[in-house]
T-cell receptor, first 112, second 112 residues
Framework: NAGVTQTPKFRILKIGQSMTLQCTQD?????MYWYRQDPGMGLKLIYY???????DKGEVPNGYNVSRSTTEDFPLRLELAAPSQTSVYFC???????????FGPGTRLTVL | EDKVVQSPLSLVVHEGDTVTLNCSYE??????LLWYKQEKKAPTFLFML????IEKKSGRLSSILDKKELFSILNITATQTGDSAIYLC????????????FGTGTRLQVFP
């Protein structure tokens, strides 16, 4: 099993550009999550999904959108990139909310 | 290959016990080590450690880093049932990549 994979590893965007961060898991997990990690801060939940077709906002959803058309994939969309979105983004999955989350390797995004 | 190893994988104690969680790491470069408490859906940031031998403390929780021996411990004294969670250790390997390498976590269960 590859676990949780994320692409790209790095990306630099200009203000106002859009992009999609890809996340795929092959563990048949129902729960998937997107976090952002700012320097010196803990993980902050952006969006999460409890299964295909179901998504919900986390702590910091503004400026982002997600979709969950399949169990495996949970892409995160930035429509109008802003410098405040410069961060490292982690995708994670779990079988249920009470078990450990498996994290992807992260995507470093810089918005200039 | 950079890696973070946590032990034990699982721990069951009674209220009032003191527990010590371990995190060892092997990374090419090191910037900081972070501890998280994971309950339900979102990990909660606990500590960031960058210097050896300086204990960080928050209530009944404390942590210390040994950069020579490449490990950190998280102590919880007078445990309570609310301490039941998965405790994640993560290492920030280099300033340039800014990515976190997570351990698999230690599942702590505290019974009354």
């Amino acid at each position: 099993n590859a676990g949780v994979t994320q692409t790209p590893k790095f990306r630099i965007l200009k203000i106002g550009q859009s992009m999609t961060l890809q996340c795929t898991q092959d563990m048949n997990h129902n729960y998937m999550y997107w976090y952002r990690q700012d320097p010196g801060m803990g993980l902050k939940l952006i969006y999460y999904s409890v299964g295909a077709g179901i998504t919900d906002k986390g702590e910091v959803p503004n400026g982002y959108n997600v979709s969950r058309s399949t169990t495996e994939d949970f892409p995160l969309r930035l429509e109008l990139a802003a410098p405040s979105q410069t961060s490292v983004y982690f995708c994670a999955s779990s079988a249920d909310p009470y078990n450990e989350q498996f994290f992807g390797p992260g995507t470093r995004l810089t918005v200039l | 290959e950079d890696k973070v190893v946590q032990s034990p994988l699982s721990l069951v104690v009674h209220e009032g016990d003191t527990v010590t969680l371990n995190c060892s790491y092997e990374v090419t470069n090191f910037r900081s080590l972070l501890w998280y408490k994971q309950e339900k859906k979102a990990p909660t940031f606990l500590f960031m450690l960058t210097s050896s031998g300086i204990e960080k403390k928050s209530g009944r929780l404390s942590s210390i880093l040994d950069k020579k021996e490449l490990f950190s411990i998280l102590n919880i004294t007078a445990t309570q049932t609310g301490d039941s969670a998965i405790y994640l250790c993560a290492v920030d390997p280099t300033y340039n990549t800014d990515k976190l390498i997570f351990g698999t976590g230690t599942r702590l269960q505290v019974f009354p």
